[in-house]
């Protein structure tokens, strides 16, 4: 911003300087032009008095000798008889006829060259320019100190912005500057104080909610640990496992302040991961389930837990939503620059795609968080989400992960083109 009030500033000074110096150039060129017409007029009729009064050739070379014009050989008098005193230049001469005494008249030709009117002109726009530029850094220094202010405050609202970014909370700016960015900086303040609020007032609300889960997840335990052996029952208990530890992550998670963290993982591994899980629930509904992922590490800016919770999320919508014996199929891709999670089934689709993806919409009595789960995991990585359907006949949700070390410039356009092209890619 500081370069940008500097630039404004010498941009104004500049413009001014330019204006002023055209005028005043215009005005010292006719000034100069005007004197040096009225030095040769002068000079002129110096000769011509000679003339008028009859003096002779040697008397009128001696006048023409004492003018300066004379004395450069600008000035030059055409006698009657064809003679020529001085200097006649062929074209860009001033006449002026005298008559002399015995009746017939003679001409004084003054010659003005260019550079008499341009030399004392560009010394004095030297001199002009000189000014204008002192004026210009003058005005650069002075706007400078004054929009000082401005920047620093400016430069604290971005520095508090990045550290809310952060996830730091209990940042407060001082409220510094001009009148506006004095109400900005309060209503930042105001803002960072009831976000600090609501993280608090949400952290205190995972807690609860979770410490509340402890009891009746504690009894599911040790019903699950007396339900005997089998496929099922182990089924049950790694589940209920898997439970507590998710119950435990939030205790934990809630009792401390929640910053951002670079983080990576493979994609890939995960998704694999994840479906034997759903795999050994799918067989036992008579579920057909495929996966299929590309060779090699799928970076993407999440950890393992976010990506996790996204395939979850999206599964267990096909295994809530859907009839038992309903096909379901995975796949991870790799293209462009961008990692591809797509899942569909057979299903019968999604109906109103313009609401599925809206927090806690849902029309078949869920909470409606799972496609909001996965909004929000792929766009922390600059990715986007589409829903359509899928050549299984039922929904295919698409999410597509920008890939770790990758640079997209317009992601979402570049998304929405590969969607375009989505039948060049492998499909699953």
Known sequence: MNRILLRATLAAA??????????????????????????????????????????????????????????????????????????????????????????????????????????PWLARMGVLVAGGVLAVGVAAAVGRRYTRPLVDSVRAIVTAAGAIGQGRTGIEIPATGAPEIHQLIVRLNDISSRVESLIASEREFVADLSHRLRTPLTALRLDSESIGDGPVAERVRHAVRALEADVDDLIRTAARVTTLSAATCDATKVVRDRMA?????????????????????????????????????LVGNVFQHTPPGTPIATSVVRYAGWVTLVVEDGGPGIVNTATALRRGASGHGSTG????????????????????????????????????????????????????????????
């Open 369 to 428: 968080l799972g496609l909001d789960i996965a909004r929000h995991a792929v766009v922390a990585t600059g990715g986007t989400i589409h829903i359509d359907r899928g050549r299984l006949g039922g929904a295919r949700i698409r999410l597509r992960f920008a890939e770790v070390g990758s640079h997209h410039e317009h992601p979402a356009p570049r998304a929405w083109r590969l969607w375009s092209h989505s039948a060049d890619l492998p499909s699953p």
């Open 14 to 119: 500049s413009a001014s300087v330019v204006v002023v110096l055209a005028v005043f150039g215009l005005l010292e060129w006719h000034t100069l032009a005007a004197a040096a017409t009225a030095t040769a007029v002068q000079q002129a009729d110096s000769v011509a008095d000679v003339l008028a009064s009859g003096g002779s050739p040697d008397a009128i070379r001696a006048a023409v000798a004492r003018t300066a014009l004379g004395d450069r050989g600008d000035l030059g008098v055409r006698l009657p008889d064809g003679r020529t005193i001085g200097t006649i230049h062929a074209s860009d001469t001033r006449p002026t006829a005298v008559p002399l005494p015995n009746g017939t008249t003679a001409v004084i030709e003054t010659y003005q060259p260019t550079w008499t009117v341009l030399g």
């Open 277 to 313: 899980f759903w795999a050994a629930l799918a067989e036992h509904q008579g579920r057909l389930c495929e996966c299929e992922c590309v060779p090699g590490e799928a970076l993407v800016g999440l950890t393992d837990k976010d990506v996790g919770a996204v395939v979850d999320a």
